[in-house]
């Protein structure tokens, strides 16, 4: 017997909010196939109309991104006020973008990485989906009785 709290239902969030929870943060996780393998690689991103921009330098993330396949970009947050987190999901396409006075000047001028060396390429994930979810933090106390009798195992 559980005396666990109601649930609120995982919220399904539509592209708008998907965009502006997106403009709110700065690092998502870049996700590739490599010689038939998902990579993961942060990146620090932009959003720009409805596309993402990161920078990179030469190596296995800029040959994965440039290459045919989809690649997928993911960031999540969490509003510690209201005890809600969200993750949102990009799925598209990457272009390597001619670095020109306009992008420069644009989405370039406030793209700053963490990581320092050279970052000379621009890539921009063209979305052909954008999916969210919001949810409800579940107290840590909550799992404690399940870590003592995991459901399943005939343990008591």
Not at 55 to 81: C, F, I, N, Q, Y
């Amino acid at each position: 017997m559980h005396n666990d709290p109601p649930q609120t239902p995982t919220e399904v969030l539509d592209a708008a909010a998907c965009w502006d929870l997106l403009r709110g943060v700065s690092v998502g996780h870049l996700a590739v196939l490599v010689d038939g393998y998902p990579e993961v690689f942060p990146v620090n991103y932009k959003v720009d109309h409805q596309s993402v921009v990161f920078r990179t330098g030469e190596g296995t993330k800029l040959r994965a991104a440039a290459g045919p396949l989809a690649v997928a970009l993911e960031a999540d947050g969490l509003d510690d006020a209201s005890r809600k987190a969200w993750s949102v999901l990009i799925k598209g396409k990457a272009d390597i973008l001619e670095a020109s006075d306009e992008l420069l000047a644009g989405v370039g001028l406030t793209l700053f990485p963490w990581q320092a060396g050279d970052k000379d390429y621009f890539v921009r994930v063209v979305p052909t989906s954008v999916t969210g979810r919001r949810f409800t933090v579940t107290s840590p106390l909550t799992w404690w009785n399940h870590v003592e009798h995991p459901a399943g195992t005939g343990l008591k």
